[in-house]
T-cell receptor, first 113, second 114 residues
Framework: TQLLEQSPQFLSIQEGENLTVYCNSS?????LQWYRQEPGEGPVLLVT?????EVKKLKRLTFQFGDARKDSSLHITAAQPGDTGLYLC?????????????FGKGTLLTVNP | SAVISQKPSRDICQRGTSLTIQCQVD?????MFWYRQQPGQSLTLIAT?????????ESGFVIDKFPISRPNLTFSTLTVSNMSPEDSSIYLC???????????FGPGTRLTVL
């Protein structure tokens, strides 16, 4: 069974601060996805990273996939209240059932104005 | 990405009853999945809904409790049978994209069992 350790579990910061969320595993993933979920809604895909060492930027969000494809990070610069939500990382199994995702426990981010 | 809708969006049910949740996609998709998200928790995969054959269940989930139908490539249902308060959760369907190795989620069904 592949496990994804996500940290921190809770994060409360002030508007304008920077933050980083981490996802770590002892297993190799063929790809890793980051989602954001707001209350009462389903998770919304932010990004998929596929290549070891890959860095993707989405406005103030920077996503990195580790060289060994076992870990990933999400960095938010100058956080805004609109960034508040549950951030989930999810890894796709390496080989075989690529569409079977393993989810981290999530990071509940609150950005205070 | 596909547009996914779920019905109902929420329901409050009595213990011992059953609820069927529908998932509709605006395009044909090969892979459809059902997840459970308990309060304050992450997502747990219940099963993969296979078109034309029985669903593939994950450890801890059985067909008698969570029967699934997948009559075509755009529609699936999940039934939560003989409900108890422990079944109170958000139930989500998702679809897999063959080209990009990603999954897209529906808005979820919030179930409360009294």
């Amino acid at each position: 069974t592949q496990l994804l350790e996500q940290s921190p579990q809770f994060l409360s910061i002030q508007e304008g601060e920077n933050l980083t969320v981490y996802c770590n595993s002892s297993s190799v993933f063929s790809s890793l996805q980051w989602y954001r979920q707001e209350p009462g809604e389903g998770p919304v895909l932010l990004v998929t990273v596929v290549t070891g060492g890959e860095v993707k930027k989405l406005k103030r969000l920077t996503f990195q996939f580790g060289d060994a494809r076992k870990d990933s990070s999400l960095h938010i610069t100058a956080a805004q209240p609109g960034d508040t939500g549950l951030y989930l990382c999810a890894g796709a199994a390496s080989g075989g059932s690529n569409y079977k995702l393993t989810f981290g426990k999530g990071t509940l981010l609150t950005v205070n104005p | 990405s596909a547009v996914i809708s779920q019905k109902p969006s929420r329901d409050i049910c009595q213990r011992g009853t059953s609820l069927t949740i529908q998932c509709q996609v605006d395009s044909q998709v090969t892979m459809m999945f059902w997840y459970r998200q308990q309060p304050g928790q992450s997502l747990t995969l219940i099963a993969t809904a296979n078109q034309g054959s029985e669903a593939t269940y994950e450890s801890g989930f059985v067909i008698d409790k969570f029967p699934i139908s997948r009559p075509n490539l755009t529609f699936s249902t999940l039934t939560v049978s003989n409900m108890s308060p422990e079944d109170s959760s958000i139930y989500l369907c998702s679809v897999g994209n063959l080209d990009t190795d990603t999954q897209y989620f529906g808005p979820g069904t919030r179930l409360t069992v009294l």
